[in-house]
């Protein structure tokens, strides 16, 4: 990779109400191919928010949305402000492939009918390479003997991980994990966290909101801290916990299970 290679995600200047709620106030925000950006901060800091504007699950009123050096076009401002071309949109969601704290599986489909659904429907992939490489997803991620397994089958890690390898299984430029343990008690949070550290070795690029304060420390290559929707400190992980520089910062890590 060269110095010139755009990164995969840019943001910058991002700017996100709801009505009269200002939730994002300024945020920048680069991934680069192989980084993995961990966000942290309290509830209401903005962080899932500003993960669902890099793929326009929500629109936000300011600021720039790069892919791969493509700006995002928009049509309107403000809150009218919304993606101007949908074939772009759909190129950028496909690419950014988002796991959700709460599974999101479809519970009338197999597991391995839920890795493959996307590809299939929405890319319109062939379904017999398709289904090798969701059987190989699953076992890569550990589940797969529950091809076959309906979602209610599973234990939430295993719900997780089926819904990290459907976001694999999109060939995505990057993954976009929204709070992706916070719902699973601890054993099973280990075994979600073991994928994701085995992706982050492969070089996956990624974007990581988490409670979790030992992966964003482990895991990360640079951890950015929101608070009240501001990027109040950004940096290396061994900077920000082991020399935290914000006072609200070493509050915040004070209380959480870095400390």
Known sequence: MTAATPPVIQITGLHKSFGALEVLKGVDLTARAGDVVSLIGSSGSGKSTLLRCANLLEDSQQGDIIFEGDPIRWKGDGHNRRPADGEQVRKIRTNLSMVFQSFNLWSHLTILQNVMEAPVTVLG???AEVEDRARALLDKVGIGAKCEAWPSELSGGQQQR???????????????????TSALDPELEQEVIRVIRGLA???????LVTHDMRMARDLSSHTIFLHLGKVEEEGPPAQLFGDAQSARLRTFLSHSDAA
């Open 162 to 180: 089926a819904a990290i390898a459907r976001a694999l299984c999109m060939q995505p430029r990057a993954l976009l994990f929204d709070e992706p």
């Open 201 to 207: 070795e492969e070089g996956r690029t990624m974007i």
């Open 125 to 127: 992939e062939d379904r």
